[in-house]
């Protein structure tokens, strides 16, 4: 393409991105304007205009203009896609051995399945799934979990930080959606508790016919990535013990990937 056919403030919005991402403490509108060559009131509309989409954020005191998280979500996003694309060939491999421990025939109202879920736009979102049904069948649900019952939310509630929790819990409050299913938070803090101290998700609030768990997948600076799910309405006799200790081992190889 020519370059008098290129979009020119196009071009000029992505000059401004990487001039304040050469800078840590940030630049002055005037600074920018020096640089790029820009009159004021351009240079004034484009970082206005990256500041609606977080590309470029504003201090005061004094007024400066810096990299914005847009940036860095977009670097986690593209690295999130080619850590969900490694650990579907893992996720093959383990159901794999899942089914290994179940009957070689289910019924028709039996179920199982593995998933891989990350947390995405504050929301814990299902992202692979793999089941006894569809065998071979790789699913991309991009399903949002229920906070309080799933165990995959709760794993991450587990072995998220505090400030993680709080956040999350913003957005589904535990008198609403919590109260009804574990009855006082006092309850679900120690279920949590005993989480963190076996490295895995177990929840008591399901049937006996019904096993569901997870367990999280770190990377090697030990920062929660991901969590690992399974869930089993099978009318047989799971060990979940073996069950887990093939989930966490999964778990292990996805992390090193990271």
């Known amino acids: 393409m020519p370059h008098n056919e290129l979009i020119q403030s196009l071009l000029r919005a992505v000059d401004v ?7 840590e403490r940030g630049l002055s509108l005037g600074e920018v304007c020096n640089s790029l060559g820009l009159k004021q009131p351009t240079a004034h509309n484009l970082i206005r205009t990256l500041i609606a989409r977080d590309f470029v954020e504003k ?30 060939v893992i996720m093959n491999d383990v159901f794999d051995r899942v089914k290994g421990l179940l009957p070689a025939k289910i019924g028709a109202q039996d179920e199982a399945s593995l998933s891989f879920s990350q947390h995405l736009g504050g929301e814990v979102m299902m992202l692979l799934r793999m089941r ?10 991009k399903r949002t979990m229920t906070a309080y019952q799933s165990a995959t939310p709760l794993c991450f509630q ?19 959606q919590g109260a ?29 016919d019904q096993l569901r768990a997870a367990v999280p997948v770190f990377d090697e600076g030990h920062r929660l990535i ?33």
Do not use: C
């Open 158 to 176: 587990a072995f998220w930080s505090r400030e993680e929790v709080e956040e999350y819990r913003t957005r589904h409050p535990f008198l609403d």
């Open 17 to 23: 991105i990487e001039l304040v991402a050469q800078s």
């Open 132 to 141: 006894m049904q569809r065998p071979g069948v790789l699913e991309r649900p």
């Open 59 to 88: 201090t005061t005191s004094p007024v400066r203009y810096r990299l914005g998280t847009a940036v860095t979500r977009l670097a986690e996003e593209r690295h999130g896609h080619a850590l969900v694309r490694q650990a579907s």
């Open 180 to 208: 009804p299913i574990w009855k006082t938070q006092e309850k679900l803090e120690a279920f949590l508790q005993r989480a963190r101290d076996v490295g895995y998700v177990l929840p008591p609030i399901f049937p006996e």
């Open 226 to 258: 991901g969590v690992l799910g399974v869930g089993l309405w099978v009318k047989a006799n799971i060990e979940p013990k073996k069950l887990i200790h093939e989930m966490l081992e999964a778990s292990k190889q996805i992390g090193g990937l990271a």
